[in-house]
């Protein structure tokens, strides 16, 4: 398989991975983006969870279905995929197996370029979590946010619906624009580009120790 130069994302992922990168196609195709790929490897149909949806007729002709049948020998080549590195972000969620196939094949690609799935292992890097407040700019209305509570959970609290799916930073719904504040993006999907304008209210928070620890959102 040649990769599309044009492809703006590409998912990789066993059947662990998958529901968090369904969500992340699910809002893709929801804001109208087309350019994306999934390259889905599991063992066997039987073993293959959102098999209907995924080859329906919404996302079939954005998957690649693999199934090695439990021989290694038979495991999807990459290489044809990563040969070249593309303007693309790679996101890799499932297996050890799978994400070390990945990160061999991508070694040469951009920095910031291959993002895989937060197992947990990194939430020692993450600064401790401290109070802070969110202002919503279309009301003014200025949010508390406990150190226990998440910006998502804060503003349910508070009586607003946000949309969101997975709540661990990995699928992209809860998405909301950033006007000002100093951020420590937790997530595993912002592109660093995007990031002074966007924030995952349910993981990422306003930077501790900040002089004004206050953030202002698009809400």
Known sequence: MIVNP??????????????????????????????F????????????????????AEFSPHVTLHHDHGNPDHAF??????????QAHVYCYGSKDLKDAVADMTGHWPTGAVHFENTGDDIASHAPNT????????????????????ILQALRAA????????????????RSGLLAGPVEHRDLVLADNEKASNIMVCVSRALPGSASPELVLDL
Not at 7 to 23: H, K, M, N, R, T
Not at 38 to 55: G, H, M, N
Not at 159 to 174: A, F, I, N
Request: glycine share 8%; with cysteine.
């Open 77 to 86: 080549d990459f290489w044809p995929l990563f040969e070249t590195p593309t």
């Open 159 to 174: 009586g607003l619906q946000v949309t969101s799916s997975c709540e661990s930073g990995t699928c992209g719904s809860c």
């Open 37 to 56: 790929k999934l390259i889905y490897c599991t063992p066997d149909a039987a073993s293959t969870p959102f098999l209907d949806e995924l080859t329906g």
């Open 6 to 35: 044009k492809l703006d994302y590409i998912f990789v992922a066993s059947q662990e991975g998958i529901a968090p990168i369904l969500a992340m196609m699910q809002d893709l195709r929801s804001q109208g983006h087309q350019q």
């Open 131 to 150: 109070a802070f407040s969110v202002r919503l700019n279309k009301s003014g209305r200025v949010i508390p946010v406990s150190a226990e509570q998440s």
